[in-house]
């Protein structure tokens, strides 16, 4: 080699790429992707989308079965090598395909959205598997069929793929693209200092763009406040109820504290302020969950609009889900507070989709 060699850039080893994709936790992300998967297929049997795109005309197993092969459609599962559907009946197999091109066709952004996490997943785990061509052709689907906006992680994880297969540039592309989508997406920083020595190309992109983690909780934290608001307004204060949750007025202020301070968007977060913004999210749970939602006098302008209220809630349980994993010291009973709060959620969604025709 000689003494220049030494001083030769080389890539990242394995190792140190499966830290920046997915922190190297092999067993984390198996159980996220199968967790992933139970979720899309249970979304999948009880969305009546398999019905609205082929009738009425299937037994219950029948469903199932198409549900399973329609999951790995979405998915990517069926481009891996040695697939084969569970089901032979060529009937129940167009079902599936019937019903995959409903919901590319944009009409079920939801199960879209989860069709689209689900193959994510799948391809980070074909990756920990070496499977690098295999992952590229998942990813590769994932973006040809988006629906809507496009996954910038999508884009980050094939680009993981050419990198480990040596094709710096293309993955230099991809990496680069992810960015561009979504600016706040871990995991791009790393790539692509090394990426730009190795293709000896200079990052361009623009770096006065905030990256997008910081503006959706900027919108979180408006859509809480906007419940909490109405909450304050339309709720008298029970007065055998001390609870902090049911203090609608305090945790609206609390929420534009938040907001205004710009305390959640800090490189380092204080405890305090992410129990606040559990409070708060929980308190505005409760006004929707327990009064507002089952209040018929409550018109739909009063609130933020469904989409941004399921957003919101979700990316709050995101964001205390991400901190209970940076920091291992989180006290027993707020974690077990934060699980219950999940649950509660769930029942807050289903809500919305019963309320969505009859709010006025």
Same mark, same amino acid.
């Given at each position: %080699?000689?003494?220049?060699?030494? @001083? *030769?850039?080389r890539? &990242?080893?394995?190792?140190?790429?499966?830290?920046?994709?997915?922190?190297?936790?092999?067993?984390?992300?198996?159980?996220?992707?199968?967790?992933a998967?139970?979720?899309?297929?249970?979304?999948?049997?009880?969305? #009546?989308v398999?019905?609205?795109?082929?009738?009425?005309? @299937?037994?219950?197993?029948?469903?199932?079965?198409?549900?399973g092969?329609?999951?790995?459609?979405?998915?990517?599962?069926?481009?891996m090598?040695? =697939?084969?559907? *569970?089901?032979?009946?060529?009937?129940?197999l167009?079902?599936?395909?019937?019903?995959? /091109?409903?919901?590319?066709?944009?009409? =079920?952004?939801?199960?879209s959205?989860?069709s689209? %996490?689900? #193959?994510t997943l799948?391809?980070?785990?074909?990756?920990? #598997?070496?499977?690098?061509?295999?992952?590229?052709?998942?990813?590769?689907?994932?973006?040809?069929?988006?629906?809507?906006?496009?996954?910038?992680?999508?884009?980050?994880?094939?680009g993981f793929? =050419? !990198?480990?297969?040596g094709?710096?540039?293309?993955?230099?592309?991809d990496?680069?693209?992810? *960015?561009r989508?979504?600016?706040?997406?871990?995991?791009?920083?790393?790539?692509?200092?090394?990426?730009?020595?190795?293709?000896?190309?200079r $990052?361009?992109? $623009?770096? +006065?763009?905030?990256?997008?983690?910081?503006? *959706?909780m900027?919108?979180?934290?408006?859509?809480?406040?906007?419940?909490?608001?109405?909450?304050?307004?339309?709720?008298?204060?029970?007065s055998?109820?001390?609870h &902090?949750?049911?203090?609608?007025?305090? +945790?609206?202020?609390?929420?534009?504290?938040?907001?205004?301070?710009?305390a959640?968007?800090?490189?380092?977060?204080?405890?305090?302020?992410?129990?606040d913004?559990?409070?708060?999210?929980?308190?505005?749970?409760?006004?929707?969950?327990?009064?507002?939602?089952?209040?018929?006098?409550?018109?739909?302008?009063?609130?933020?609009?469904?989409?941004d209220?399921? /957003?919101? !809630? #979700?990316y709050?349980l995101? !964001?205390l889900?991400?901190?209970?994993?940076?920091?291992?010291?989180v006290?027993?009973?707020?974690?077990g507070?934060v699980?219950?709060?999940?649950?509660?959620?769930?029942?807050? @969604?289903?809500?919305?989709d019963?309320?969505? !025709? $009859?709010?006025?």
């Amino acid at each position: %080699m000689g003494f220049p060699g030494l @001083f *030769k850039k080389r890539p &990242p080893d394995f190792r140190t790429l499966g830290k920046w994709l997915w922190n190297n936790d092999v067993a984390l992300a198996e159980q996220t992707l199968r967790n992933a998967s139970v979720v899309l297929f249970q979304n999948l049997c009880e969305s #009546g989308v398999i019905a609205a795109a082929c009738g009425e005309g @299937f037994s219950e197993d029948d469903t199932f079965t198409i549900a399973g092969h329609l999951t790995n459609l979405l998915d990517g599962g069926s481009l891996m090598k040695g =697939y084969a559907p *569970k089901a032979q009946d060529p009937r129940l197999l167009s079902a599936a395909e019937a019903t995959r /091109d409903l919901l590319l066709g944009g009409e =079920y952004p939801q199960l879209s959205a989860l069709s689209v %996490m689900a #193959g994510t997943l799948l391809a980070i785990n074909l990756w920990y #598997g070496r499977r690098f061509p295999e992952c590229g052709l998942v990813t590769d689907q994932l973006i040809s069929t988006a629906v809507g906006k496009r996954s910038g992680e999508a884009y980050r994880v094939r680009g993981f793929a =050419y !990198f480990a297969q040596g094709d710096f540039a293309q993955a230099l592309a991809d990496i680069l693209e992810a *960015k561009r989508i979504e600016p706040g997406l871990v995991g791009l920083n790393e790539p692509l200092k090394a990426l730009s020595e190795l293709t000896k190309t200079r $990052d361009a992109s $623009d770096a +006065r763009h905030e990256p997008a983690g910081i503006e *959706k909780m900027r919108e979180t934290l408006r859509t809480l406040s906007a419940i909490l608001k109405v909450a304050d307004r339309a709720i008298p204060r029970e007065s055998n109820s001390e609870h &902090p949750l049911f203090d609608f007025a305090a +945790r609206l202020h609390d929420a534009d504290r938040l907001d205004t301070s710009g305390a959640l968007t800090r490189p380092q977060t204080q405890l305090g302020d992410v129990v606040d913004l559990a409070q708060c999210a929980m308190s505005a749970q409760i006004s929707l969950t327990q009064y507002l939602l089952a209040d018929p006098s409550t018109k739909r302008s009063d609130l933020p609009p469904p989409p941004d209220i399921r /957003d919101a !809630f #979700g990316y709050c349980l995101l !964001f205390l889900h991400g901190t209970a994993s940076i920091n291992k010291n989180v006290d027993p009973a707020f974690a077990g507070a934060v699980e219950d709060f999940e649950r509660q959620v769930d029942v807050l @969604f289903a809500r919305l989709d019963e309320s969505k !025709f $009859d709010l006025p």
